[in-house]
């Protein structure tokens, strides 16, 4: 029985850890198109030198290895649900191969969206994924700090917040003068939280800080050197850095699954709704149970994985219910019992979302519960970021 999980970011990890400590004779498969785990929450210190890549990421192979897994490092390209088979793309190396799996976890997450806007996809560096993180960082490398620099930061939201503060304590280090604007299309910063409370308070951290906030401001176009607004206004900038908004990844739409907005609809058990083999978590999911929709964030990814992991125990447990189903190596999974798969219940929502958000400064800010804490967020969020990283 092999259960193939595709996409190894903090969804799919939990899932195979999960797995491996509920059935040690589980054949388990890890998929994914980078070689290596990369700890996304610290990308934004990776501008400010504050971290290294070598630091937040770790081989996934040598992972796969000591969980008793194997690891492909491939890109998926198309799944065959009909024939239970994940298709990879061909690279100079291997050729295109057809990966079987009796049940299979979609763990994919997320990609940035620039919405259309000329000229911003093609203008504009990001720190959604560590090469884009790394390639921000060179930008601002080879910038001329004899001279005041203009860099725009769209999207006041967690990942914006936190690229803004990095980019303060950048050019302090370096003694450099910088103009630094964080734009916002919406009237606050942070609107995802839904107290103003936390943005009342980085708002006034940032601006001390000497970073420029322009909320209401809608990126119309990206010219080279100038953005235009939707009110006329215009600002002129040497890097763009875009963390406004994030779209479903590409090989959803090529996939005939279920879908809410693009983005992958499942059951209260994370089936792929209408299928008992193919579960989905993390980022890639469209989550909503009693009208409560599960956040796109580590603790829903690491939950959900949890979760799928044990959904798919259960499953293969009932399966010894129908005659020669289960093969024999699988026999200690039987039970007397069929049991009920677990509904799961999303715990960082969008109604009541937890953050935990970098300002620079080695200062941090919790948003819990509605409530704002500040002493000892940074230290808790880089505890956060050591214990997960040390499980490999
Ligand atoms: C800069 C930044 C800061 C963040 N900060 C925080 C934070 O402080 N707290 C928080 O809770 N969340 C934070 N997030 C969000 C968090 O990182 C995501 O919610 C989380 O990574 C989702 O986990 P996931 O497993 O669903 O997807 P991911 O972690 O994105 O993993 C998806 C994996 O799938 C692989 N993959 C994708 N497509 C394919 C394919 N076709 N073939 C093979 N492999 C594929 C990718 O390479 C990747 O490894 C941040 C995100 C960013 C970008």
């Known amino acids: 029985m092999n259960v193939v999980v595709l996409g190894c970011g903090f969804g799919g990890v939990e899932v195979a850890r999960t797995l491996r400590k509920e059935a040690k004779e589980l054949d388990i498969t890890m998929i994914d198109h980078t070689p290596q785990f ?49 298709k990879t793309k061909a690279t100079a190396e291997d050729d295109a191969r057809d990966i079987p799996y009796d049940f299979l976890v979609i763990a994919i997450g997320a990609e940035q969206t620039f919405f ?16 884009g993180a790394i390639e921000t960082k060179n930008a601002l490398d080879t910038l001329d700090y004899s001279k005041e620099s203009s860099i725009a930061v769209i999207g006041a939201g967690l990942t914006g917040i936190e690229v803004a503060g990095e980019l303060v304590d950048y050019f ?104 008992d083999d193919v579960f989905a978590v993390g980022d890639t999911v469209y989550f909503e149970r009693e009208g409560v929709r599960a956040g796109q964030n580590v603790e829903e990814a690491e939950g959900q994985g949890r979760a799928a992991a044990e959904n798919i ?9 129908k005659k020669n189903a289960l093969p024999k190596k699988y026999y200690s999974l039987y039970t007397m019992k069929g049991e009920k798969l677990k509904r799961y219940r ?44 040390k499980r490999f």
């Open 38 to 86: 990369d700890y996304p929450p610290a990308y934004p210190e990776l501008l400010s030198g504050k971290v290294t890549p070598e630091a937040i990421s770790h081989d996934l192979k040598k992972f796969a290895t000591k969980l008793g897994a194997g690891f492909i490092q491939a890109e998926v390209v198309n799944i065959d649900v009909k024939a239970k088979k994940v």
């Open 172 to 275: 302090k280090d370096r003694g450099a003068r910088a103009r630094i604007s964080l734009v916002e299309m919406m009237p606050r910063i942070l609107p995802a939280l839904p107290k103003e409370n936390v943005a009342i308070y980085v708002r006034k951290f940032l601006s001390d800080s000497g970073v420029e906030i322009l909320t209401e401001t809608a990126v119309q176009e990206v010219s080279e050197g100038e953005i235009t607004f939707k009110d006329g206004k215009k600002l002129p900038y040497n890097i763009i850095i875009w963390t406004a908004g994030i779209k479903p990844n590409r090989l959803l739409e090529i996939l005939d699954l279920p879908k809410v907005k693009g983005w992958l609809k499942v059951d209260s058990y994370l089936r792929v709704e209408g299928m």
């Open 346 to 389: 999303p715990k960082n929502t969008i109604q009541n979302p937890k953050a935990l958000i970098s300002l620079g400064d080695d200062k941090a800010v919790l948003y819990f519960g509605g409530m704002v804490f500040k002493v000892f967020a940074y230290r808790l969020k880089k505890f956060v970021e050591h214990r997960y990283m």
């Open 116 to 131: 259309g806007i000329p000229g911003a996809e093609k203008r504009s560096y990001t720190v959604n994924t560590m090469n």
């Open 313 to 321: 125990i259960r499953t293969i447990k009932n399966l010894s219910f």
